[in-house]
């Protein structure tokens, strides 16, 4: 999916995207009731977005710090560049990490993580750092959440 697929989507199904942004479990029917539009309608928008994976899954947006993640860091590393791709895809797999990001400037990726405690943070980076092809590491811990955000506002 490029970054060109916007372009196809319309007003209606923006406003369908808001809704389902806002809450995920609402109903076609509810929906469609919302816009003023036949539950096919919603179906088959919502089909098409899900073909296209503008729509990726449905999950429920989780206070990780109610479930003993409290730890969050940002992991700044510097990859040998002919092996970025096959680092990235390892740094990708620990169940501790939320996001890997390929990115310019001084470093070549940004990993977001989540931890329950400095033990397994420690873990994480030493396992990390036995990754062939890393040269790098700069790890940020956040100290306070000034905004998260999940849901892209329309």
Known sequence: ?????????????????????????????????????????VYNRIKKMTDNEIIKGYIPLLDHGKLGYDLTVLILIQVEGEHLTKVEKMLATPSEVLAVYDITGEFDVAVVARFKNTKSMNAFIKSTLKIPYIRRTVTNVVLNIVKEEQRLKF
């Open 1 to 41: 999916m490029n970054s060109t697929s916007s372009h196809f989507l319309d007003n209606l199904d923006i406003r369908i995207l808001s809704i389902l942004n806002e809450d995920a479990r609402t109903s076609y029917r509810e929906i469609a009731k919302k816009l003023g539009i036949a539950s096919g309608t």
